[in-house]
């Protein structure tokens, strides 16, 4: 019998084998064996450090001690469940957003709500919480979750999150149905000193299309606070998908997501990640061309301050011949704030034909911010047009001063110049709602400064 298979635990445990085996009490037999398999691996995988490139500039020995967390148990705690009274500070941004298609909210780790507009379900539109689904025996979820994508192999925080997670959003849509309006996930988190997991498996089935828009806030916290995601997209042949993420995590707050996008034949699959909250933000981002005429446009913003850092890891790998990608990352950076950027374009063998770019721009604030930016190419194919680049600059004095001729003091000049050149990033992304909810994130950020 499964280890994970044993009886359930009364108190949290601290991330180790009680964890796995406290969540896996009601699964499946195929996902108990999942995450048995998943600890395996977590536990013969090193932690990673500096002296690995991928993680040179994020000291994880400094910055995280998962030996002092505790897992979350979405299944426990006040509002863990149908009927939850959301916190006023959610509650506020969630009344800020425009009318969607649908809305799932998370708490803690748990799915408390899942809204969907009716005349999409009648077309056979799924949305759900991932752990119900499963717990359901959905066929895609068996065969995706945690295999293609996100498999624990991939890393020691992969791994460890297919042990560990306890709900998430499952989403499908049908064969050439369009959602015009965006699904949106709401999340929040509130115990100090836990470590969240979740997952999100998006399914967009052929000439289908669709937005997801994931928010995630906190409160500060007194002390490091884990939440852990693992993002799988798949775009079929024709599919056009939008995924947004907005982080928004108070002080304490250590967010490290590993997203993964597998656009087929013929699909758009564009991304774009929000970094504004948080004590550490680290973004794992892989995307895949696996088809001809295959595109992913990788949008990317971030604003740090104070002692924040921000590390976002990417990869654009062209698989297919005759395919498309193009990621744009700009970020702010003030006070003490720390920014990397490390992104690299594979081109494999075979794939001719290939246009990909890569550009990533910083913009400094003061004299303690520091940005690094590691832009990169790896190319095995001789018919292809490939290029990268990467700038680090000050604010530029003629645009402050012309600004403040006008009548407007610094700190506004220097708003509306941050707010500007973090605006090309919003520009290319044209979906309803969206670039307003961002933007008013950013202001509302930039108020603080």
Known sequence: MSQAAAVHKRTAPVIGRAAVVETATTDPPWLRARRDEAWSIYQATPMPSTRSEEWRYT??????RLD???????????????????????????????????????????VVSVELDESLARQGVELASLRDAARQGDG????LLATEAVPA???????????????????????????ERPIRLSRWVSRPGNATFTRI????????????????????????????????VFARGGAQVQYVSLQRLGHGGF????????????????????????????????????????????????????????????????????????????GALDGSARGVFRGIIRVHEGAQGTDAYQTNRNLILSDDAIATSLPNLEIEADDVRCSHGATVGQLDAEALFYLMSRGLTRGKAERLVVLGFLGEVLARLPMGGVVEKVTNAIVAKLRNV
């Open 153 to 179: 192999s991939d890393g020691k925080f992969p791994a460890l999150n297919a042990a560990l997670w306890s709900d998430g959003v499952f989403l499908r849509i049908p064969r050439g149905v369009h959602v």
């Open 59 to 64: 000291d994880l020995a400094r910055k995280l």
């Open 140 to 143: 895609d979820i068996q065969r």
């Open 68 to 110: 002092e967390l505790v897992v979350a148990d979405g299944d426990r705690g006040p509002g863990a469940g149908a009927g939850t009274v959301l916190p006023d500070a959610l509650r506020q941004t969630m009344d800020q957003d425009r009318d969607g298609a649908g809305r799932i909210v998370e708490v803690d780790g748990k």
């Open 201 to 232: 498996l998006i399914v967009a089935e052929t000439s289908s299309r669709l937005s997801f828009v994931e928010e995630i806030l906190s409160p500060d916290f007194d002390r490091t606070t884990l939440v852990n995601s693992a993002v799988e």
């Open 255 to 330: 967010y490290l997501a590993n997203q993964r996008t597998l656009a087929e034949r013929d699909s758009t699959l564009d991304t774009l990640n929000v970094a504004l909250g948080g004590s550490v933000g680290r973004v794992d981002l892989n995307a895949r061309l696996l088809g001809p005429g295959a595109n992913s446009d990788m949008l990317g913003l971030y604003f740090g301050d104070t002692e924040q850092h921000f590390d976002f890891n990417t990869s654009q790998d062209h698989v297919s011949p005759s395919a498309h990608s193009d990621l744009l990352y700009k």
